[in-house]
Nanobody, 124 residues
């Protein structure tokens, strides 16, 4: 079992920044790739970013490239999502998730462990 707790959401003006955190406990954290997903009201959950188990490989959805950065801190068993230049369309509940898949997967069903979600609100 891997337990994930995400935090760091809040209200920010368009153009502002937030850093989301995903704290992991339980099974060896380094065995899992970690991703961030988001879900806005009335919309399907969508993939945002992923970082490999090693931390060397990252992958982003096109709409956040150049604005969001995913990173992981092995000493703290944590993964972060730095979000800059936020737009109103970025507003959603963001959740981190873990998978033992070794290839890049963007489908939420491939992730077996989830955080509880943290709300990001962007005012225009």
């Amino acid at each position: 079992q891997v337990q994930l707790v995400d935090s760091g959401g809040g209200l920010v003006q368009a153009g502002g920044s937030l850093r989301l955190s995903c704290a992991a406990s339980g099974r060896t954290f380094t065995n899992y790739a970690i991703a961030w997903f988001r879900q806005a009201p009335g919309k399907e959950r969508e993939f945002v970013a992923r970082i490999s188990w090693s931390g060397y490989n990252t992958y982003y959805r096109d709409s956040v490239k150049g604005r969001f950065t995913i990173s992981r801190d092995f000493a703290k068993n944590a993964v972060y999502l730095q979000m800059n230049s936020l737009k109103p369309e970025d507003a959603a509940v963001y959740s981190c998730a873990a998978t033992d898949a070794t290839v890049v997967v963007r489908t939420s069903s491939r992730y077996g462990y989830w955080g509880q979600g943290t709300q990001v609100t962007v005012s225009s």
